[in-house]
């Protein structure tokens, strides 16, 4: 069963059948529908490798990678397929990325340097150093983890578990120095207050990122950081 | 945006151990303030003074069967659900036991359940249960 929508907004479920010897993945079960029986469906993929994070669907009520989704790990031999809840829905299963990445570019994704990256010498990271942000630095965007989130359900406005954590995973790497302009992006009514710890982001994340985990630490993080301030430290 | 809505929260089905803990949070919430309003509301009734409180309280507790009481276990059972949860909440929240939160959920539940029960049999050793 896949959930459609035309050009007109109307929205209704086709039946597809495919043979089981046809596809393994959900993603190759779409492309034999795409190929064999109707041209009209439309989706996002790419790479086919869980790397692009193009994929991202609802597939039997989770949000899931399409390419990297076993159809056997389903266990059913009806499955469900509907656009990723919480973004507007372009065509069928294609969803508009463009708040999400809105969010994402607001917390200021990238190394940021007093020196404005004008530095002679080489700013070294030890492996300890490195291992502190890797498993946050795996998210390849996929936005499942908005979609699993039940406060970005409710709450357009806040930034949600991935630029959450981009925020936290960069103010955590040695060579950035740039809390200053993010803590208060994380401390804001659209920041880390607004999550309630229900952990769909991390059980949902393909590529265990751990969302949940990242805001709590960035909460304390930003905790630290203003009782610092209110101490008579630093900004 | 696409908004799920409030009636989202609740919708538990598929979902992990965390998002049951959240979703239950937020309707023994909801059903923790609705108490409080009813039971303001119902004290005020005082104001009008004692007899009228007294004749409430005889209407709704009248009959064999004291549906209020069952109501008061099922607070009860909201009221110790939410603060364990809470406290569980508050200290994953400052990085304590993140990793672990699951364990700490279905423990923290645990306890407060077996005090549930004790405040129970109290309570009704207090209403004169032998
Ligand atoms: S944190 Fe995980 S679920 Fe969220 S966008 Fe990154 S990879 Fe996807
Ligand atoms: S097609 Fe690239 S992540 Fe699925």
Aim: hydrophobic share 40%; with cysteine.
């Amino acid at each position: 069963m896949v959930k459609r929508r035309n050009e007109h907004g109307d929205e209704y479920y086709d039946n597809y059948n495919v043979p089981a010897d046809k596809a393994s993945t959900v993603l190759e079960a779409l492309l034999y529908i795409k190929e064999n029986i109707d041209q009209t469906l439309s989706f996002r993929y790419s790479c086919r490798m869980e790397i692009c994070g193009s994929c991202g669907m609802e597939i039997n009520g989770r949000p899931r990678m399409a390419c990297s989704t076993q159809l056997a790990s389903l266990h059913s031999d009806i499955i469900k397929i509907s656009p990723l809840p919480h973004y507007n829905v372009i065509k069928d299963l294609v969803v508009d990325f463009d708040p999400f990445f809105d969010k994402y570019k607001k917390v200021k994704p990238y190394i940021i340097r007093d020196d404005d990256g004008n530095y002679s010498a080489e700013i070294p990271q030890t492996p300890e150093q490195f291992n502190e942000f890797k498993g946050y630095a795996q998210c390849i965007k996929c936005g499942l983890c908005m979609a699993a989130c039940p406060v970005v359900g409710t709450d357009e406005n806040y930034l949600g578990p991935a630029p959450l954590t981009a925020l936290f995973r960069y103010n955590i790497d040695n060579r950035d120095q740039g809390i200053m302009y993010r803590i208060d992006i994380a401390n804001s009514d659209d920041g880390t207050s607004r999550c309630h710890f229900a952990g769909e982001c991390t059980e949902a994340c393909p590529k265990d990122v751990r969302p949940s985990f990242a805001i709590q630490k960035l909460r304390v993080q930003g905790l630290k950081y203003e009782l610092k301030n209110i101490m008579g430290g630093k900004k | 945006m696409n908004k799920t809505g409030i009636a989202g929260w609740f919708n538990i089905k598929d979902k992990g151990t965390g998002y049951f803990a959240f979703a239950f949070q937020r309707f023994s919430g909801l059903v923790i303030v609705i108490y409080l309003y009813m039971h303001l509301i119902f004290l005020s009734s005082l104001l009008d003074g004692r007899t009228t409180y007294n004749s409430l309280v005889q209407n709704i507790t009248y009959g064999p069967f004291d549906i209020f009481i069952v109501m008061d276990m099922l607070l009860a059972l909201v009221i110790f659900y939410h603060g364990a949860n809470g406290i569980r909440l508050a200290l994953n929240e400052f990085g304590i036991g993140l990793k672990h939160h699951k364990l700490f959920f279905y423990a923290y539940e645990s306890i407060s359940m077996v005090l549930l029960v004790l405040f129970l049999y109290y309570a009704y050793l207090f209403l004169g249960g032998h």
